[in-house]
């Protein structure tokens, strides 16, 4: 599904009015270009309804890039990013694709996590696939490791594919 114009400007206003801007920080001057850079490429996707196969004690609480981008290293699933919406607010997040259904491995072992801080679990999903060589370039000796603290993508491959360091 097409992602809308109402959509963006949902998520672009809960992305300044919570703490998520910290995390993807967008430099001034190129919000308008990545915010149309990101409507044009991204997609909106459903959360698949099976869940069982994605649970495991190897992901960590809050680590929503770590977690997908090691499933995505693992298993050969699309790693995205974008944001996930629960109740009313949209939140900077990482998931994987399957069949065209989103696998959110985070929400999927960490359910009380999600209930408390985002009152519930994501029913909406709204992003695009960051390349399995991305992945590798910047974080695979981090995946391999199993690292805490593996980073989101998104801003470097905006820049990548606008010409523009990061």
């Known amino acids: 599904m097409a992602v809308t114009l109402e959509i ?3 998520i672009k206003n809960d992305f300044y009015q919570g703490p998520d801007h910290e995390t993807l920080q967008i430099e001034q001057g190129r919000a308008d270009a990545f915010w149309q850079w990101f409507r044009e490429n991204s997609s909106v996707y459903k959360p698949t309804a099976s869940k069982e196969e994605f649970l495991s004690k190897d992901y960590l609480p809050g680590q929503c890039f770590g977690n997908s981008q090691i499933l995505a290293y693992e298993s050969g699933l699309n790693y995205m990013e974008g944001f996930a919406i629960a109740t009313n607010r949209y939140i900077f997040h990482g998931f994987n694709l399957k069949s065209g259904e989103a696998v ?3 929400a999927f072992n960490f359910e009380n ?14 992003g695009l ?13 981090s995946i391999i490791n199993k690292s805490k603290n593996i980073g989101h993508l998104i801003y470097k491959l905006f820049s990548a594919q606008n010409n523009a360091a990061v």
């Not at 996590?113 to 709204?126: A, C, I, Q, S, T």
């Not at 696939?129 to 000796?141: A, G, P, R």
């Open 8 to 10: 963006i400007n949902q």
């Open 113 to 126: 996590d999600f209930k408390e801080h985002f009152g519930g679990l994501p029913v909406m999903y709204v």
């Open 104 to 106: 959110d491995v985070t």
């Open 129 to 141: 696939e960051v390349s399995s060589d991305l992945i590798k370039q910047e974080n695979e000796e």
